[in-house]
């Protein structure tokens, strides 16, 4: 008997991929027609936070009970001939894989096209004009797992319990009486994976 359990957590995956955060769109700004010796300040700021908080909490519980009976034959009260009682090998192979909780997420902010442009032009003489442009992106990300993992495995194996009793032999001899009981093998196999966390953070052309 080949057993063979593979539970996965990672359909329980936190996926937030892809994600594009859009930037502010300003207008832009002209500083024009100002008299002479005025004085003009322009200040912009462009700002874009992303945020990803992903938690994962993953609870196993798995049970794996394994009866193998072979045997239990009989032959008996037969006359006049030879008797033989073998039984077949009583295995069983197990294999139980688990795997931790996952997440992964991708974002990304688009390049300066969305950033402001200022024009000065056509002011008076001795005017004093200032442009102060400020462009901020602001990324933090936190992720998070817990799995638990409870795992049981129980394995019987039987073979044999037969039996050949009050048989009787050929007339002349010449007859045998054979009982085998057949192998027992039992093979488990655990692997438990833990949890994986992927953060990407970028930023890409419009």
Do not use: E, W
Request: glycine share 12%; with cysteine; aromatic share 2%.
């Amino acid at each position: 008997m080949n057993l063979k359990y593979k539970i996965m957590t990672g359909m329980l995956t936190v996926v937030a991929a892809g994600a594009v955060l859009c930037a502010p769109a300003f207008a832009d700004t002209s500083v024009s027609g100002n008299g002479a010796g005025s004085t003009s300040t322009v200040t912009t700021t462009n700002t874009s936070t992303a945020t990803v908080d992903q938690t994962n909490d993953t609870t196993i519980d798995n049970t794996i009970d394994t009866t193998v009976d072979t045997g239990d034959n009989h032959a008996n009260n037969n006359t006049g001939g030879s008797v033989d009682v073998t039984s077949g090998d009583a295995t069983t192979n197990d294999t139980v894989t688990l795997l931790g909780g996952a997440n992964d997420a991708t974002v990304t902010v688009p390049t300066d096209p969305t950033d402001p442009t200022t024009t000065v032009d056509n002011n008076g003489a001795n005017s004093n004009n200032t442009v102060n442009q400020t462009t901020t992106r602001t990324f933090t990300g936190t992720q998070s797992n817990t799995d638990r993992f409870t795992n049981r495995l129980t394995t019987r194996l039987r073979t044999g319990m037969n039996t050949a009793n009050n048989n009787t032999g050929a007339t002349g001899g010449g007859s045998t009486f054979s009982v085998t009981g057949g192998a027992g093998s039992s093979t488990t196999d655990t692997a438990i994976g833990g949890a994986t966390n992927t953060l990407s953070f970028g930023t890409t052309g419009t």
